[in-house]
């Protein structure tokens, strides 16, 4: 299979049914992000919220939710994930739209603005990054927070992400079923970009093996240029972090995480303490 669906342009719509077989045990961020929501007044909305691994704690939490995401497939993820957890027309909004419009989702403004889990490496240049961080502040309430969660681009790191086809990961399922993930990588340094290619090959109970593959870019950024960028957006209050336990960022740090608000936190306190 070739990779974007044509006629869609929608880089997940032929792998939506592998995404969660990864990505539904990450699960360290989400005390963080309860906890953020829980001190702000205000619903929260997700800037590209997939399948909406993250909707359904929020929710759980007491809090009112709106999911914003470009693929058609990920958000009919998110809508089975909703009534499985019995949010159906309930406290949870989806909506379909290009993460730099956030103002046009229901629910707003909002107390929170969330791009987790390298959300913001899915628009493909800095300008795009930067609209996107200010059109999250608009549709902020006055007092809101919007938090970004994105890979520490490390000179090693970016090394070990171009050094080829990598296997990443192998899962057998139910009835003999069994999954591989493979990826390429390649890095561009001048527009920051990482071209990756995936491919899920599906081998099953019959020994019939499918394979689906996908390409998309990402834009990796330095946290020096992701404090600018926020900056460039509007905001006033700029808290970085290098895990999501709020550890200061180093060159050891796997993640950079960004918390940012229009108004300072009080000095004796830390979000989502």
């Not at 057998?172 to 493979?182: F, N, R, S, T, Y």
């Not at 960022?249 to 108004?263: P, Q, W």
């Amino acid at each position: 299979m070739t990779g974007i669906d044509q006629a869609t342009g929608d880089p997940y719509q032929r792998i939506a049914e592998y995404y969660d077989l990864e990505h539904d045990v990450v699960e360290d961020d989400i005390e963080l992000y309860v906890a953020i929501a829980d001190q702000v007044d205000g619903p929260v909305l997700e800037i590209g919220c997939g399948s909406g691994r993250l909707l359904v704690p929020l929710a759980d939490a007491g809090h009112n939710v709106t999911g914003l995401d470009r693929s058609r497939a990920m958000l009919d993820r998110a809508r089975n994930r909703l009534l499985g957890a019995g949010y159906a027309g309930t406290r949870v909004t989806l909506f379909h739209g290009d993460m730099v419009e956030p103002q046009a989702a229901p629910g707003g403004p909002f107390g929170l603005v969330l791009f987790s889990l390298n959300a913001l490496m899915h628009l493909p240049d800095a300008a795009a990054q930067v609209a996107a961080l200010t059109a999250a502040r608009q549709a902020m309430l006055p007092h809101g927070q919007v938090v970004a969660d994105v890979m520490n681009p490390t000179p090693q790191y970016l090394l070990e992400l171009g050094r080829g086809v990598l296997h990443e990961w192998a899962l057998d399922l139910d009835e003999g079923v069994h999954i591989d993930k493979w990826s390429l990588r390649s890095i561009d340094p001048v527009g920051q970009t990482i071209g990756t290619t995936l491919w899920y090959d599906h081998l099953d109970e019959h020994g019939g093996l499918t394979r689906t593959r996908t390409e998309f870019d990402l834009r990796y950024v330095h946290v020096s240029e992701l404090v600018l960028m926020f900056r460039l957006a509007g905001f006033e209050d700029i808290r970085v972090f290098g895990s999501l336990d709020l550890a200061p960022v180093d060159e050891s740090s796997e993640r950079i995480l960004v918390i940012a608000g229009a108004s300072g936190f009080d000095d004796d306190e830390e979000p989502g303490g």
